[in-house]
T-cell receptor
Framework: KAGVTQTPRYLIKTRGQQVTLSCSPI?????VSWYQQTPGQGLQFLFE???????NKGNFPGRFSGRQFSNSRSEMNVSTLELGDSALYLC????????????FGEGSRLTVL | AQRVTQPEKLLSVFKGAPVELKCNYS??????LFWYVQYSRQRLQLLLR??SRESIKGFTADLNKGETSFHLKKPFAQEEDSAMYYC???????????FGQGTRLTINP
C-alpha cells in the first residue's frame, strides 16, 4: 500500500503570496489531518477533514484553510504568507475519524522570505 | 486547556540500560494517549497507544491517571531505538492530537 503522499516537498515563497499544499491519503482512508511543525511550537493541529467535511479546526487564523475532495485527497491553502508561516506542514490520514492512529506523510517544507 | 509535557528534550543512555521517556498531560476529559516515533530520515509513525496495552519493540507505557502521566519504558535499550519520540493526547470525540515537544533519545554503544 502506498503511503501518504505530499506535494510539493519543498517550496519557497515571499511574504504576501499564497500557497497550496496537496495530500493524497492512503487508499481507503477517509480522514485527513494537517499539522504544522516548527522548532518553537512543535507539532500543532491545523484541521481535519472526513468525507469532505471539516470536522475539527485548530487555533490558526483564517488565512489557513483547507478542503477535501470526493477521492479523499486534501489540499490546504495559506494566503497572505507571513515569515512565521515557515514550517514543515504534515498531512496524516486514517481510516476513521476517531482513532488517533495517524499515518503521516513526509511533509511539505515551506520557507517564506 | 489540554497540554502534553515532555520534560526532557534530550535523553542519552547506553545500550543495554533501561530507558524511560517521561510524558505528563493535562486534560479534563478521559484521556487517550499515544506515543509516536520518528527515526532518522523516516516519517512520523505510531509506536503504541494506551488503549491496546501492548508492547511494541520492547516498549511499554502505562497510563497513570493519578499522576497524569504516560511514561514510555524499555528495560534494555538498543541502538536502533535512537529516534525522536512524541507523546500525544487525543481529544475525546475528535481526530485531533495534542503533541508534546518531543524527546530525542540517543542510545550510545
Amino acid at each position: 500500500k502506498a503511503g501518504v503522499t505530499q506535494t510539493p516537498r519543498y517550496l519557497i515563497k515571499t511574504r504576501g503570496q499564497q500557497v497550496t499544499l496537496s495530500c493524497s491519503p492512503i487508499s481507503g482512508h477517509r480522514s485527513v489531518s494537517w499539522y504544522q511543525q516548527t522548532p518553537g511550537q512543535g507539532l500543532q493541529f491545523l484541521f481535519e477533514y472526513f468525507s469532505e467535511t471539516q470536522r475539527n479546526k485548530g487555533n490558526f487564523p483564517g488565512r489557513f484553510s483547507g478542503r477535501q475532495f470526493s477521492n479523499s485527497r486534501s489540499e490546504m491553502n495559506v494566503s497572505t504568507l507571513e515569515l512565521g508561516d515557515s514550517a514543515l506542514y504534515l498531512c496524516a490520514s486514517s481510516f476513521d475519524s476517531n482513532t488517533g492512529e495517524l499515518f503521516f506523510g513526509e511533509g511539505s517544507r515551506l520557507t517564506v522570505l | 486547556a489540554q497540554r502534553v509535557t515532555q520534560p526532557e528534550k534530550l535523553l542519552s543512555v547506553f545500550k543495554g540500560a533501561p530507558v524511560e521517556l517521561k510524558c505528563n498531560y493535562s486534560y479534563s476529559g478521559s484521556p487517550e494517549l499515544f506515543w509516536y516515533v520518528q527515526y532518522s530520515r523516516q516519517r512520523l509513525q505510531l509506536l503504541l497507544r494506551h488503549i491496546s496495552r501492548e508492547s511494541i519493540k520492547g516498549f511499554t507505557a502505562d497510563l497513570n491517571k493519578g499522576e497524569t502521566s504516560f511514561h514510555l519504558k524499555k528495560p534494555f535499550a538498543q541502538e536502533e531505538d535512537s529516534a525522536m519520540y512524541y507523546c500525544a493526547l487525543k481529544l475525546k470525540g475528535a481526530q485531533k492530537l495534542v503533541f508534546g515537544q518531543g524527546t530525542r533519545l540517543t542510545i550510545n554503544p
